[in-house]
């Protein structure tokens, strides 16, 4: 089914939670939140999925994507332990951590439109328009995301800090 060998599907199938625990993670906090149950949920499946890309890659680049996942998980889940980042540790954290959420999302989109639905998949041409539309929405994604991402935790900094008032509930 899909073209997808029983290793493919441990692959598929141990990184595909990592996406929903992403995106509870992006909505109820703003960010992947390592020290929680979602995060270390997604860390497992984070190194599931790009350590077996290894094993089952047919693209040179899926190599890279897989090396830079393992680097940005190692740095954004450790960094937290090096006290001496300060504020800037959380900011590293959050931009390292959601480059691996990125960087999950540019294959999925990209195998997922390569093979649904099977037999005639969206997209045959890696240059194809869909498919290059739908890379150019995550970038937009992670660029405004990691924008907006920055903001919050340099108002929460100054917050902390006691230069801005603290947030009301329902501010």
Avoid: C, N
């Avoid at 919050?152 to 900094?157: A, K, T, V």
Wanted: zero cysteines; a positive charge; charged letters at 10%.
């Amino acid at each position: 089914m899909f073209g997808i060998s029983p290793l493919g599907w441990v692959h598929t199938l141990g990184s595909l939670p990592a996406i929903p625990l992403a995106i509870y993670m992006f909505a109820r906090y703003g960010r992947i939140v390592p020290r929680s149950v979602p995060g270390a949920l997604y860390l497992v499946s984070m190194l599931i999925g790009a350590t077996t890309v290894f094993l089952v890659a047919r693209e040179t680049v899926s190599y890279g994507i897989g090396a830079a996942t393992i680097l940005l998980l190692l740095a954004g889940y450790s960094i937290g332990h090096f006290p001496q980042f300060g504020r800037a540790g959380a900011y590293f954290e959050t931009i390292f951590l959601t480059l691996t959420a990125f960087l999950l999302m540019v294959p999925s989109v990209s195998e997922t439109l390569r093979r649904v639905p099977d037999g005639h998949p969206l997209v045959t041409d890696p240059k194809s328009p869909l498919l290059l539309g739908a890379l150019a929405s995550l970038f937009v994604t992670l660029v405004v995301g990691l924008t907006a991402q920055i903001i919050y935790l340099r108002e929460q900094g100054w917050r902390m800090a006691g230069v801005l008032p603290s947030r009301k509930a329902g501010d």
